[in-house]
């Protein structure tokens, strides 16, 4: 488990952050008191961008997003994050909060692993792993349901089928599985894009994006969220096979013991180190998590 905590912490991710309550430049601010560099409102890119180039070169964007409804909000986009950022990270997200932002039943969080360097065995690796545990994830991440029915949807059920009768799988092949059809070249707002798990970006910016959990300005949550997502990818990484047979079921007396089993035993986040991790993933699930049958804890 140790190489996969260490492949974990070597690979690259993103995030986008929906607020309300935060106007754009204010959350420019926000993002400048912690990482310094400087400002630039750039409405010529589109969602009235307000970028905020830190002064390692990288650039933080706070834009406009339409599914905030008519109140406006904003999205924070990271720029491409590793491992030893995570704490500026946190700090970004603290200093948003205090500056007003809001996270409610509108807003959602976005993960992107970068996937440049997977293969396409791998990146189905991933999917796999994923829709096998789906359900549990879904209830750990406590996602809308109103979400679920729009802009983050379950896998769907064809796209499994059409992978696991695949008998070779390339990039064309694991397209062709995830579409229906073969599309190289999907456009940004192509349906497919709007799962829990979707993979359009895989064809477009290189990266695997999880849609799965809500908004929020709680620093350990959005470090919890991300790291349960780079786990799963580091797994589909060094596993020698996956599989989605025996899809587990959620069940509300073994719950908390699932999840906990599949974060220590399933991704190795075991020990002090992913305590926080494990608290943030386990707190809205029911049962116990010593044991397997809850009654037996009472």
């Given at each position: 488990m140790q190489n996969t905590i260490e492949t974990m912490k070597s690979l690259t991710f993103g995030t986008e952050l929906e607020y309300t309550g935060i106007t754009r430049p204010v959350a420019a601010k926000a993002i400048q008191s912690v990482i310094?560099?400087?400002?630039?409102?750039?409405?010529?890119?589109g969602y009235d961008t307000w970028q905020i180039k830190s002064p390692d070169?990288?650039?933080?964007?706070?834009?406009?997003?339409?599914?905030?409804?008519?109140?406006?909000?904003?999205?924070?986009?990271?720029?491409i994050l590793r491992w030893e950022d995570m704490e500026t990270l946190q700090e970004v997200v603290r200093s948003l909060r205090k500056a007003g932002a809001k996270a409610t039943s509108e807003t959602s969080q976005h993960i992107h692993i970068g996937a440049q360097g997977f293969?396409?065995?791998q990146i189905a690796n991933f999917a796999k792993i994923f829709y096998k545990q789906e359900e549990l994830i879904l209830k750990s991440l406590g996602t809308w349901g109103h979400r679920l029915g729009h802009y983050a949807k379950r896998t769907d059920r064809g796209f499994i089928e059409r992978l696991n009768a695949t008998r070779q799988i390339t990039n064309e092949s694991l397209n062709k599985a995830w579409f229906g059809e073969l599309n190289m070249h999907p456009t940004h707002y192509e349906s497919h894009r709007y799962r829990d798990l979707n993979l359009n970006n895989i064809w477009r910016t290189g990266t695997i994006e999880v849609r799965a959990a809500n908004g929020s300005t709680h620093a350990g949550e959005i470090k919890a969220n991300i790291i349960?997502?780079?786990?799963?990818?580091?797994?589909?990484?060094?596993?020698k096979s996956t599989s989605s047979k025996n899809r587990r079921e959620y069940d509300t007396r073994s719950a908390k013991y699932d999840m906990r089993v599949f974060l220590v035993c399933g991704l190795g986040l075991n020990g002090d180190e992913f305590k926080n991790t494990r608290q943030h993933l386990l707190k809205r699930l029911p049962g116990s998590a010593a044991w397997k049958n809850a009654e037996r804890a009472a």
């Open positions: 310094g560099g400087t400002i630039a409102h750039r409405p010529d890119l070169g990288r650039i933080w964007k706070a834009i406009s997003d339409g599914s905030l409804g008519a109140g406006g909000g904003c999205e924070v986009v990271t720029p293969s396409p065995v349960l997502c780079l786990a799963i990818a580091a797994k589909a990484l060094t596993a």
